[in-house]
């Protein structure tokens, strides 16, 4: 499973900026494999981007701003989501993967 990262490399605005920085400084620091996506270099991406992500998760008005994070093709949810799960310290659960704790207990059972 790889946790996709949909991030715009040339947003003008520095909140979508620092809040792209913080969900792959996360990852990288808890050594979670993930990719990230540019939606500013790839249309198709973009545009698989804005079909998947539920109704409910949609701004009324405009397109849904970056970081947009899935596992795989299945959504997890956007940065608020991912903060909350942050503070809730069920980030692993967020993304839908099983908690370090458990990876570990798996491969000494190797």
Known sequence: MVIKVYVASSSGS????KQQQAVVGF????RINFQEVDITMLEEQRLW???NIPKEKK???GNPMPPQIFNEDQYC???EDFFQSKENNTVFAF?????PAS????????
Do not use: F
């Not at 520095?14 to 900026?17: C, R």
């Not at 990852?27 to 808890?30: G, P, R, S, V, W």
């Open 14 to 17: 520095v909140a979508v900026k």
């Open 27 to 30: 990852l990288e620091a808890n």
């Open 49 to 51: 981007m804005y079909r």
């Open 59 to 61: 701004p009324e008005k």
């Open 77 to 79: 949810g956007d940065y």
């Open 95 to 99: 993304l839908g993967l099983n908690s």
């Open 103 to 110: 990876v570990t207990t798996h491969i000494q059972d190797l």
